[in-house]
């Protein structure tokens, strides 16, 4: 008799603790914090919260979007931005405004010279460049280099194919310069130093970093550009599994894309420590 009573409370205890196990996982997998209370103030939160996730659509990982018209995205204040107009998430600006102020009670000073950039504006930086426009970088003419595959090889240097972009999904951030040199000494270096130090506790991540062990190919190194790692990571996860390179179309040279594995190649590309 009492060990059925026994093997009941077993079962019953095993139950329990499935059902806990699996909440407690499901609620890690999509990023949720442990604070559902009930109570509204706490839905609000949830709803707020720096780990909210949007519903992800290919139109978003493609950059067809508009910042202006889309209520997950809040416009960045001109104090702490190089232009007006910028965009981004709501969720990376709340974590980019609490880093700036961490950062301005250490005396750096962070200012985003990019931020959320749809698929148009991606095209006219691809296509300027493509076509001549706009000399690269060392006064290389893109136009000059008459294999398509070579001149889009040396675009995606620095500059991502439209459809590619991390700029499109509103979570990455371009901060102070867009040179590495200025990065390297002087004021530059300690605002370096100050984010190699602290922008991961709050969640900011830098996807290009130096080649070496950890990141073999891709784009060079960009010390100015910054990622929101809990939103950016499940858009990079979402993009691998929905976008194809019959995708990546719209602008002049996107033929090559294919063949230079841009998807493989460039847009997972990043630093381990951005995934
Ligand atoms: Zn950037």
């Not at 999509?30 to 709803?47: F, N, R, S, V, Y």
């Not at 190194?221 to 939103?231: A, Q």
């Amino acid at each position: 008799m009492w060990h059925r009573a026994f093997l009941i409370a077993l079962v019953v205890l095993l139950a329990v603790l499935m059902i806990f196990s699996r909440g407690y996982r499901a609620a890690r997998r999509i990023h949720l914090p442990a604070c559902d209370t009930g109570q509204k103030e706490d839905k609000d939160m949830m709803k707020g919260d720096a780990f909210y996730l949007p519903d992800i659509t290919k139109d978003m990982l493609l950059g067809h979007i508009d910042p202006a018209k889309d209520d997950g995205f809040t416009l960045i204040d001109r104090s702490h931005a190089s232009r007006p107009g910028m965009y981004l998430r709501t969720r990376a600006y709340d974590a980019f405004m609490a880093m700036r102020n961490a950062a301005l009670d250490d005396g750096i000073s962070l200012v985003i010279l990019s931020a959320a950039r749809p698929f148009n504006h991606q095209r006219r930086i691809w296509e300027n460049k493509w076509n001549g426009l706009q000399v690269l970088h060392g006064d290389i003419l893109a136009t000059d280099i008459p294999d398509p595959l070579d001149r889009a090889r040396e675009i995606l240097r620095f500059s991502a194919m439209p459809g590619t972009s991390r700029h499109h999904w509103g979570t990455d951030i371009d901060l102070n310069s867009l040179q590495n040199e200025y990065f390297e000494s002087g004021e530059g270096q300690k605002v370096y130093q100050w984010l190699q130090e602290y922008a991961a506790v709050f969640g900011f991540c830098q996807p290009y970093t130096a080649f070496g062990k950890q990141r073999e190919e891709g784009y060079e190194e960009e010390k100015w550009h910054w990622s929101y790692r809990p939103l950016a990571s499940e858009f990079l996860r979402t993009y691998e599994d929905m976008v194809s390179y019959d995708d990546i179309v719209g602008f002049d040279g996107y033929e090559t894309a294919k063949k230079l594995r841009v998807i493989e190649t460039y847009v997972s590309g990043i630093d381990p420590d951005c995934l």
